[in-house]
């Protein structure tokens, strides 16, 4: 298995612009993560998906964050408009049962935003 | 609420020497009990996990964590630390409340490794 993937790996882009992280999750897994890591933070869970369904989005930032997954297979979270203080690693994790099983991390994508 | 303290961010050790890394939680109940890895550009990975069976978990890399109910402890050690140990080392808690599936990653903790 390829594990999970995650593009683009790096992204750089201008205030205001509109961001699309993209990740595909461990076939069979039924559980997708969205984390973000940063210095100050640390880890944070933003959302989670169960059968293609979000079941926790607390930790979404504020209303320029939003998050789908439409299959399986596939799923995004986009930022917009983007801010400089959303630079961060955003990880894609997976899983198969909850939260309560291993999750299995995608590569991050970090983005930068001037 | 659950919590995870892992105390001490950062940890340096000697090549050869042990490794020891505090991770605490608050929990009514045992949850269930991570460690993960990072190495430098990369995403976490499972060290090991406690699920209710044996107090001491064995993991990759030579990495074993020990369960102590009476201390709410799930402390990783590794008796001889390896260059390629240096990484950051993040515990995580699972538990399951009135709200649902909870999981919760501590701060991290850096491991440096001095030759």
């Known amino acids: 298995d390829a594990g999970v993937i995650q593009s683009p790996r790096h992204e750089v882009t201008e205030m205001g612009q509109e961001v699309t992280l993209r990740c595909k999750p461990i076939?069979?897994?039924?559980?997708l993560f969205w984390y973000r890591q940063t210095m100050m933070r640390g880890l944070e869970l933003l959302i989670y998906f169960n059968n293609n369904v979000p079941i926790d989005d607390s930790g979404m930032p504020e209303d320029r964050f939003s998050a789908k997954m439409p299959n399986a297979s596939f799923s995004t979270l986009k930022i917009q408009p983007s801010e400089p203080r959303d630079s961060a690693v955003y990880f894609c994790a997976s899983s198969f049962g909850g939260l309560g099983n291993e999750q299995f991390f995608g590569p991050g994508t970090r983005l930068t935003v001037l | 609420a659950q919590s995870v303290t892992q105390l001490g961010s950062h940890v340096s050790v000697s090549e050869g020497a042990l490794v020891l890394l505090r991770c605490n939680y608050s929990?009514?109940?045992?949850?269930?009990l991570f460690w993960y890895v990072q190495y430098p550009n990369q995403g976490l990975q499972l060290l090991l996990k406690?699920?209710?069976?044996?107090?001491l978990v064995k993991g990759i890399n030579g990495f074993e964590a020990e369960f102590k109910k009476s201390e709410t402890s799930f402390h990783l050690t590794k008796p001889s630390a390896h260059m390629s140990d240096a990484a950051e080392y993040f515990c995580a808690v699972s538990e399951f409340d009135n709200t649902g599936n909870q999981f919760y990653f501590g701060t991290g903790t850096s491991l440096t490794v001095i030759p």
């Open positions: 076939s069979g897994h039924n559980s």
């Open positions: 406690y699920t209710s069976a044996a107090t």
């Open positions: 929990s009514s109940v045992p949850p269930y």
